[in-house]
């Protein structure tokens, strides 16, 4: 039977995400490096899995990639210490934080959050459940995305301004996390736009791997 961090779709428990963890993807949108993280979150009605397509919101003219590396809480807390902060890592998902570029510029201009940009249905592709093993180091592991067989994104997670155990610590000073809880760690360069059509596909060290279709 698998636990509860294996299931952390079927749990429904919260996407807390990470923006601008990487400086040159902060640069490559004219986004000003961050000195402590900006978080946000997705709904769980985001996440879908390999099988299901992206499917372009409403409206929405410019829908963009971004891959990630999520963290699964295996064991939940409050105010979590940094030197602590691991012991709270159950396993990892490699996600997309699929972004409607169009609403966040729009959002960011008016001041407006950037929940329709990052939270609308299938804005949150993910592998399965990946261990700890797998993924060796999290602080140094390749991650990246091709469109239709072109490589976007090739970054690694040492590249990350905040460290995993910090933004779990940071985190968990305003929200409790829970176990089954994802953080998505920010994306490196190299985002852009997909359409109607395309194979999104992606890859975090050497042996996962996932792929998506976009669909209107
Ligand atoms: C500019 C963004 O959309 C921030 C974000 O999600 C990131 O990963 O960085
Ligand atoms: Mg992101």
Known sequence: MASKVQQFRQVGKKIVAVGRNYKAHAEELGNVVPTKPIL?????????????????????????????????IGRGG???????????????????DMTARDFQDEAKKKGQPWTLAKGFDTSCPVSEFISMETVGDPANTRLWLKVNG??????????????????????????????????????PSGVGPVKEGDTIEAGLGNSVTIKFQVEQ
Request: net charge negative; aromatic share 8%.
């Open 150 to 187: 072109a490589t976007k994104q090739d970054g690694n997670t040492k590249d990350m301004i905040f460290s995993i155990p910090y933004l779990i610590s940071y985190i968990s000073d305003y929200f409790t996390l829970e176990e089954g809880d994802v953080v998505l760690t920010g994306t």
């Open 78 to 96: 409050s105010k979590i210490p940094e030197s602590k902060a691991m012991e709270h890592v159950g396993g990892y998902v490699l996600a997309l």
């Open 40 to 72: 946000f979150l997705k709904p769980t009605t985001s996440y879908i899995s390999q099988g299901q397509a992206i499917k372009i919101p409403p409206t929405c003219t410019s829908l963009h990639h971004e891959v990630e590396l999520g963290v699964v």
